[in-house]
């Protein structure tokens, strides 16, 4: 099992629950705001600190509540579809390669 240590991801995700957390719920201490996401107070505390060992269905549920899971979701679907694009080639290529090859007599 590969141990995912933290990131700048996921310590910027922490970043964005903090700053959910004291401007978006009014200040809410961390107790509050553990018991409304369903962890407990020490994971809650991980995961504002970006730690790599919380569960991926902790951060869903703080995702939802923050109102960011879908974005996640979109943006994650754009970068999908731009690989696709950029793995796939354009017929300009295709006709640049082909005027490259010559045929045998």
């Known amino acids: 099992m ?8 996921l310590q910027r995700l922490g970043q964005l629950l903090r700053q959910w957390r004291l401007e978006g719920r009014d200040g809410e201490i961390q107790e509050v705001t553990a018991a409304r996401l369903g962890v407990g107070l020490t994971t809650y ?3 504002e600190q ?9 951060w ?4 939802e509540a923050m109102g960011r899971l879908e974005a996640l979701f979109a943006a994650a679907e754009r ?3 731009l ?3 950029l793995d796939t080639p354009s017929s300009t290529q295709e006709a640049r390669r082909h ?4 045929r045998k007599p």
């Open 83 to 85: 690989v696709r694009l």
């Open 79 to 81: 970068e999908q579809e």
């Open 2 to 9: 590969i141990k995912y240590e933290s990131s700048s991801s």
């Open 99 to 102: 005027r490259g090859r010559r």
């Open 45 to 47: 505390r991980k995961m």
């Open 50 to 58: 970006g730690d790599g060992g919380v569960a991926i269905r902790h």
């Open 60 to 63: 869903i549920v703080a995702l």
